[in-house]
């Protein structure tokens, strides 16, 4: 019988042949990534445990992001052990505040990610990384610390579901309109336990950094992981970034998936998630012109150059409405970089957008643009949870970068087609 | 194995809802802590602002389908232990939340008929060796699904780092 991305990967790394759904598998870790909010509690539990050595420092990346530079005293007590510990153990795969960025994004970005690879962290939105035809999966602080121990964590070799996109996407819709879309089909649970792997000729004609906002959100329908072939485009991605080998795992013709969609592309509009969960998907025809606080363009799912790159295009020559905030984050200090090259970070700031440096910030509710009660915000971000950017008495609405950008400039959630149809029409 | 308990006995408190997620259970901006203490005077704070003040040692909460999903945050599991919860008896749960609790040797039982036979308030007892739960208050019950073989070692043990130490230890 046929085995899937995910099952091949998860016996290689097992020492098996091949793995049965359900079953429990001990497979080895090729990358744990570390952060500031979920490893101080796995080092402190290790402490306690009289377990002082990681099981092999090469194989560990440390960022802070969730809430650096430092929110509070607390938070800065939090970076702290982080920095002390990578320090006390030798981890050289270090990026420091200047250097730092959002882990899901900075870990594929500086080459850490290769296909084939098993990787880990203590963080829901782990699953991006599988992208790169890599088995990526969020875990707890006790996982992590077993991981940083062993090297080694058990799975349950969970099913797969197989979606496959055909077509190419219209002027005007991206990968997030994707996601939203599956999203809305399958519900917040539709993929729970399970892996989401993708296929298909609109796959191919996606880019990298489009391909990475739709596996980050595999956690919001409840997926193990999600994961993409690694094909051309991922290994260019790669070899720019790595001189490291790496295996290659492709799905047999005749692997067994739980369930089969296909999603016409071609078909696809700008959507908006309305409060208060990822799967209130909406076509954008169909969603209220309502009026927002604030924007948000930034996170793991959508902080990346070309992100930043569409929204620039709507927001130049342009203003942020009376009465709306805009606030960008760069995923990662590269990305800022980028942008400050290209001349990006003018245009935000021209439009009236603050930019930050990298940080998970508002995206849960931390710092850098938390919501008030009653307050409402169009955010490019991954989850619109009651609560899950500031007040519970809040309203977050997910959409991708171009609506974002759209909406800050009404003031009211905006087609970006119109605004990107007058920017297309100036640049020729 | 040894003998499962069959008489966890609290008070429920029962979210109908599905999809109770874990920046509900424990918002982010508690995150800066990790103390279950800490954690523990802010569970349940997004959903439930009185569940603090109502909630004692070996009370149960019973929720609906896909229970903790949303952020791997262990701090969800750390907070609801420490506010005193014994046991959460779910329709259904999101797997990262499930797989902390069990390795927290913290019990998560998936029960789908929990929320018809309980309502927040009624003292509940929880047979593990029955597999069943039972609602003293108006002397209905209720089947659960099985913990699988792996996840009842776990919590045995307490938990996954004693399980891997025990495991150490009988292999050396």
């Known amino acids: 019988m046929g085995m899937t991305i995910t099952e091949k990967i998860l016996a290689a790394h097992s020492g098996r042949d091949s ?104 963080d829901s939105h782990t699953t991006t990384m599988g992208a790169l035809g890599t088995f990526a999966s969020g875990i707890g602080s006790t996982d992590l610390a077993a991981a940083l121990a062993t090297g080694e964590l058990w799975f349950k070799v969970p099913e797969s579901m197989l979606f496959e996109l055909k077509g190419s996407l219209p002027f005007g819709v991206y990968s997030k309109d994707i996601i939203l879309y599956i999203i809305s089909k399958i519900g917040v649970d539709g993929a729970r336990y399970r892996a989401m792997e993708y296929c298909g000729d609109g796959l191919k004609n996606l880019t990298m950094e489009a391909r990475f906002t739709i596996t980050n959100m595999a956690i919001e329908a409840g997926g193990k992981s999600g994961i993409m072939p690694a094909d051309e485009v991922a290994e260019a991605y790669v070899k720019a970034r790595s001189s490291e080998s790496y295996t290659i795992y492709n799905s047999d013709d005749d692997a067994v998936y739980s369930e089969r969609f296909a999603i016409n592309l071609d078909e696809l509009e700008p959507i908006v998630a309305l409060p208060d969960l990822p799967s209130n998907g909406r076509f954008i025809g169909e969603v209220a012109r309502e009026k927002m606080d604030q924007v948000y363009i930034g ?22 409405a009376a009465g709306t905030r805009a606030i960008v984050v760069p995923a990662t200090t590269e990305i800022w970089k980028t942008a400050m090259r290209e001349g990006l970070l003018e245009i935000f700031a021209d439009a009236g957008c603050v930019v930050s440096t990298a940080t998970c910030g508002a995206c849960l509710g931390g710092f850098m643009g938390v919501l008030g009660a009653e307050e409402k915000c169009l955010s490019t971000t991954n989850r619109n949870f009651v609560g899950r950017m500031g007040s519970p008495k809040s309203k977050v609405y997910l959409a991708s970068p171009a609506t974002a950008a759209a909406t800050a400039i009404t003031g009211t959630i905006t087609d970006p087609r119109e605004f990107l149809k007058s920017a297309a029409a100036k640049a020729a | 194995m040894p003998e499962l308990p069959t008489n966890l006995k609290g008070f429920a408190h029962v979210y109908e809802r599905a999809h109770i997620n874990t920046d509900e259970i424990i918002p982010a901006r508690y995150l800066n802590v990790h103390e279950e203490a800490e954690l523990a005077r802010h569970a349940m704070e997004d959903i439930d602002t009185t569940f603090v003040k109502r909630v004692q040692p070996g009370d149960v909460v019973i929720a609906g389908d896909n229970f903790g999903c949303g952020s791997s945050r262990e701090h969800a599991v750390w907070a609801l232990r420490g506010a005193g919860i014994k046991v959460v008896v779910a329709k259904s749960y999101a797997r990262i939340f499930f797989r902390n609790a069990i390795n927290n040797g913290f019990l998560a039982i998936e029960c789908p008929e929990a929320m018809e036979i309980a309502k927040t308030g009624d003292e509940v007892v929880i047979d593990l060796a029955a597999g069943r739960l039972r609602n003293l208050t108006n002397g209905k019950e209720a089947g659960f699904v099985p913990l699988s073989d792996f996840a009842r070692e776990l919590i045995e043990d307490g938990g996954l780092l004693p399980h891997i130490q025990k495991k150490a230890k009988s292999a050396a």
């Not at chain 1, 049965?20 to 979920?38: F, S």
């Not at chain 1, 929110?71 to 153990?89: G, P, V």
């Open chain 1, 299 to 320: 996170s793991c799912t959508n902080g990346r150059i070309e992100d930043l790159r569409i929204a620039a295009q709507i927001f130049k020559g342009n203003k942020v």
């Open chain 1, 19 to 122: 793995v049965a759904n359900g079953e429990i598998v001990n497979a080895k870790i090729d990358l744990i990534v570390a952060h500031d909010v979920t490893t101080p509690p796995a080092v402190q539990m290790l402490k306690k445990l009289g377990i002082n050595k990681v099981f092999d420092p090469t194989k560990i990346l440390v960022t802070p992001d969730h809430f650096v530079p430092n929110k509070d005293i607390k938070s800065a007590e939090l970076a702290k052990q982080l920095r002390e510990w990578r320090e006390e153990q030798g981890i050289t795969r270090y990026y420091e505040i200047g250097n730092h960025g959002i882990c899901h994004a900075i870990a594929p970005e500086q080459g850490h990610v290769l296909p084939g690879m098993t990787v880990v962290c203590g």
